[in-house]
């Protein structure tokens, strides 16, 4: 879930104590090629307002005017938008995209105080929906968990934004940044170091002075935390990277070329590392694009924290990277 799924749910039940009629958009299923993938959220008022996206286009401007003519559901219901060629074009989806929506009238709010508590507190949450009943229950989700629809029944789950903790207050850190908070990461960057941080002023990112090794507990690191090591010091990247492969973090990342990584990893076999841990380190760290500055570096790394967050097979993918695969410095 992003910042803006979580304000959506906000928004929803302060509109509700305000006395709004309000409905709950959900992407349930998707076929061939869509605007936003499933579980992806937006409230509706019924005087056409709207916080949240489920297409970035037309459906929006349907749903809209659905609102304004009291003609959405009162019960949890499904809508399909795009099963005919003619239709996708009229609502501005992708060729061959078709896009289902279960959309629910919120009138019971005391479901949405303990998922943003949840949120709150870096923890998932299940809500389960029976279209048939209009019953919905919560539970606690695993980090496999995700959205499910299966026609009758929707599974949607709740949870934190992705962080990326980065170590190293320097140009690739920097840069990094810039990226990752535009892809709406809650990105924390740490570096002890004075002359690296000193007039830090990246306005979104929470700079860190501690020791790396104890950012990773201090931040209580999870299935959707990834941190990247970038200060070429091996004092402080490998105590960070002996925390952070032994934590659920679903990305570790360090910067160096194939030799020093190799030498990396000799060092990482002197502790109480397994052999499965160790192989969890994406280094060289990123994409294989031929990087060789600071920024280009970044955006591979980036390119790779968004396909291994993204795919089920992205962390298997792209973990055995060539030696020099982006040219980082020794």
Same mark, same amino acid.
Request: net charge negative; glycine share 10%; with cysteine.
């Given at each position: %879930?992003?910042?803006?799924?979580?304000?959506?749910?906000?928004?929803?039940?302060?509109?509700?104590?305000?006395?709004?009629?309000?409905?709950?958009?959900?992407?349930?299923?998707?076929?061939?090629?869509?605007?936003?993938?499933?579980?992806?959220?937006?409230?509706?008022?019924?005087?056409?307002?709207?916080?949240?996206?489920?297409?970035?286009?037309?459906? /929006?401007?349907?749903? %809209?005017?659905?609102?304004?003519?009291?003609?959405?559901?009162?019960?949890?219901?499904?809508?399909?938008?795009?099963?005919?060629?003619?239709?996708?074009?009229?609502?501005?989806?992708?060729?061959?995209?078709?896009?289902?929506?279960?959309?629910?009238?919120?009138?019971?709010?005391?479901?949405?105080?303990?998922?943003?508590?949840?949120?709150?507190?870096?923890?998932?949450?299940?809500?389960?929906?029976?279209?048939?009943?209009?019953?919905?229950?919560?539970?606690?989700?695993?980090?496999?968990?995700?959205?499910?629809?299966?026609?009758?029944?929707?599974?949607?789950?709740?949870?934190?934004?992705? =962080?990326?903790?980065?170590?190293?207050?320097?140009?690739?850190? =920097?840069?990094?940044?810039?990226?990752?908070?535009?892809?709406?990461?809650?990105?924390?960057?740490?570096?002890?170091?004075? /002359?690296?941080?000193?007039?830090?002023?990246?306005?979104?990112?929470?700079?860190?002075?501690?020791?790396?090794?104890?950012?990773?507990?201090?931040?209580?690191?999870?299935?959707?935390?990834?941190?990247?090591? $970038?200060?070429?010091?091996?004092?402080?990247?490998? %105590?960070? $990277?002996? /925390?952070?492969?032994?934590?659920?973090?679903?990305?570790?990342?360090?910067?160096?070329?194939?030799?020093?990584?190799?030498?990396?990893?000799? =060092?990482?076999?002197?502790?109480?590392?397994?052999? /499965?841990?160790?192989?969890?380190?994406?280094?060289?760290?990123? $994409?294989?694009?031929?990087?060789?500055?600071?920024?280009?570096?970044?955006?591979?790394?980036?390119?790779?924290?968004?396909?291994?967050?993204?795919?089920?097979?992205?962390?298997?993918?792209?973990?055995?990277?060539?030696?020099?695969?982006? =040219?980082?410095?020794?």
């Amino acid at each position: %879930m992003d910042s803006l799924d979580t304000e959506v749910l906000r928004q929803a039940r302060d509109w509700v104590a305000a006395g709004h009629s309000v409905h709950l958009l959900t992407v349930a299923q998707t076929w061939g090629s869509a605007p936003r993938q499933a579980g992806a959220m937006a409230a509706l008022r019924a005087d056409g307002r709207l916080i949240g996206s489920v297409s970035g286009g037309c459906v /929006e401007d349907d749903l %809209m005017e659905r609102a304004r003519q009291s003609a959405l559901p009162d019960r949890p219901e499904r809508i399909t938008y795009g099963i005919t060629s003619d239709e996708a074009a009229r609502f501005g989806l992708p060729c061959g995209g078709t896009l289902r929506l279960v959309v629910e009238p919120v009138r019971d709010t005391t479901w949405l105080d303990p998922v943003l508590a949840n949120i709150a507190s870096h923890a998932l949450t299940l809500r389960t929906v029976d279209l048939q009943t209009g019953a919905c229950s919560l539970a606690p989700a695993g980090p496999l968990d995700g959205p499910d629809f299966d026609g009758r029944t929707l599974r949607a789950v709740y949870g934190p934004r992705w =962080r990326l903790l980065i170590i190293g207050a320097n140009q690739t850190g =920097r840069a990094l940044a810039n990226i990752a908070v535009s892809l709406d990461f809650h990105v924390l960057v740490c570096d002890p170091r004075e /002359e690296f941080h000193a007039g830090w002023d990246m306005p979104g990112v929470t700079l860190l002075t501690s020791m790396p090794d104890d950012a990773v507990g201090d931040i209580g690191t999870d299935g959707r935390t990834a941190i990247v090591a $970038l200060t070429h010091d091996p004092k402080l990247d490998d %105590m960070v $990277l002996l /925390e952070a492969l032994k934590s659920p973090a679903f990305y570790v990342g360090a910067l160096g070329s194939g030799p020093s990584q190799a030498r990396r990893r000799e =060092r990482l076999r002197m502790f109480d590392l397994s052999e /499965e841990e160790i192989d969890r380190l994406h280094g060289p760290v990123g $994409l294989r694009i031929a990087s060789r500055t600071p920024a280009e570096i970044a955006v591979a790394i980036a390119g790779e924290l968004i396909w291994v967050r993204n795919t089920a097979g992205g962390a298997a993918a792209c973990a055995p990277h060539a030696p020099n695969a982006t =040219r980082q410095q020794p």
